[in-house]
């Protein structure tokens, strides 16, 4: 088996997710010749809770929205959060959200970015190619196990949390402060489900959560994630807790009597949060979405700063590409850039999720918002408003909470 050597393009996008797929439309899109590659063929599945909202800037410029409510998903305009002592709030949406199968929304911006760039589905790139510094390629294996090489001016690493660009470029970092696990899988049969999406800080997993997202015909996707240094720290297995939850808290037992586990959907994966910046370039390259670690440390939603990183670095690529310079230093304006347009927003989330570690605040705020519909309002424009949802690090905000 020899060494193919391939075309040169102006930029090979591994991985085609959410930020791959963005990144390889946008720069198409500007007129570049790019190549974007991923190991699986899509249609793929990927473990999510398949939750699609936050900014949908990105989604509304690639008209991804539309193709959402065309093909099967639910719309959500509620977030409901129950508190470890067992209350319930529910909080409703000032806009609509969409919970969609990523086995089908992965493949609606996939089928975007083919309309802009090479693709290769079914080949896994192995190894990059770096000569005097720079990354200058990709190596790999098709499914045949051929092995092929592929060059170009810059290389942007879209291949997910495990990342191999990131992995081989120094900059993969799995900090278990900084890294969430977590598994997801998809019952029938859940009642009691209402138009929104339900996060339950249940006692033993918080600051991480129970989820059930409601999606297309009665179909749930359920599942629970934490912070890997407080799993570390148990001696239970996430699906045991999982089942253990659902047969026995108050809240659940009687919603899962009649639901069944849709088979072999259960699914394990590790989700790099933006709680600590990490490297996301060098000499020739950048890296995007679970690449760069980007993901929401309250939420565990990363789609979406996916995608706008994807979007800033096909504005970065397309600059170094005028400038002519792939260096590091130039190359680091599209980090400060991700960290300008998304920094505020990850490290109010990594602050909630540190106030989540204190049970009795949670108690405290979820109790009250279920009881007082002024609290329930400041809450409703906290999860609509980031600067707004600073106020929940304030001290003085819990205070009054207690009279409230
Ligand atoms: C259980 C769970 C629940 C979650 N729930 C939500 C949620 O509800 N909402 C939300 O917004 N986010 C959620 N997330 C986070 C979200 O899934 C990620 O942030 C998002 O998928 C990031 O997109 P990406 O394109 O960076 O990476 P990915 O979606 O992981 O895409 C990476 C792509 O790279 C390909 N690839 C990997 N290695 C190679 C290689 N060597 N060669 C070629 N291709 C390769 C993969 O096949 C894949 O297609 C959840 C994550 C988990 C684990």
């Known amino acids: 088996m020899g060494n193919d050597i ?10 085609a997710g959410p930020a791959g797929s963005t990144t390889a439309a946008f720069l198409g899109m500007a007129g ?50 129950s508190s470890p002592k067992g209350d319930v709030v529910d909080i409703p949406f000032q806009s609509t959200g969409y919970v969609c199968r990523r086995h089908v929304y992965d493949n609606l911006v996939f089928e975007e970015a083919k309309k802009h ?69 998809y019952y029938t049969g859940v009642s009691g489900m209402k138009d929104g999406i339900e996060l339950h800080f249940v006692d033993e997993i918080i600051p991480g959560y129970f989820w059930i997202f409601p999606l297309e015909n009665g179909l749930a996707n359920v599942g629970l994630g934490m912070v ?97 310079d792939f260096s590091e230093s130039f190359l680091k304006q599209y980090e400060d850039a991700v960290w300008e347009d998304l920094g505020s927003k990850l490290k109010t989330s990594y602050n909630l999720q540190k106030l989540g570690r204190q049970k009795f605040l949670v108690n405290l705020v979820v109790g009250k918002a279920s009881k007082s519909r002024q609290v329930n309002d400041t809450l409703r424009t906290m999860m609509d408003n980031v ?13 009054k909470l207690l009279f409230a």
């Open 117 to 185: 760039a090479e693709t290769i589905e079914d080949f896994a790139v192995t190894e990059i190619i770096k000569e005097d510094g720079y990354i200058r390629g990709i190596k790999g294996k098709d499914n045949e196990g051929a092995e092929k090489e592929f060059r170009a001016k810059i290389v942007i690493g879209a291949d997910g949390a495990l990342s191999t660009v990131a992995k081989q470029t120094g900059c993969l970092d799995l900090d278990p402060e900084h890294t969430l696990t977590a598994i997801r899988c």
């Open 32 to 81: 570049h010749k790019v190549l974007l590659i991923d190991k699986y063929k899509f249609p793929r599945d990927k473990a999510c809770g398949d939750a699609i909202s936050g900014s949908l800037r990105t989604h509304e410029i690639l008209g991804l929205t539309e193709l959402v409510k065309k093909g099967p998903h639910a719309e959500v305009h509620r977030v409901i959060f």
């Open 6 to 15: 391939q075309k040169v393009y102006d930029v090979i996008v591994v991985g």
């Open 228 to 324: 890997v240094k407080d799993f570390q720290k148990k001696k239970w297995k996430m699906t045991d807790k999982m089942f253990e939850i659902i047969a026995n808290n108050p809240l659940f037992k009687d919603r899962f009597k009649e639901a069944k586990l849709q088979e072999g959907t259960m699914k394990a994966w590790t989700l790099p949060v933006g709680s600590k910046r990490r490297k996301a370039h060098g000499n020739g390259f950048v890296l995007v979405g679970d690449a760069a670690g980007l993901i929401d440390a309250f939420t565990g939603e990363g789609i979406s700063n996916a995608m706008t990183s994807g979007r800033l670095a096909a504005e970065w690529a397309d600059k170094a590409m005028k400038a002519n």
């Open 387 to 399: 600067e707004h949802r600073k106020m929940l690090a304030n001290p003085l905000f819990y205070l």
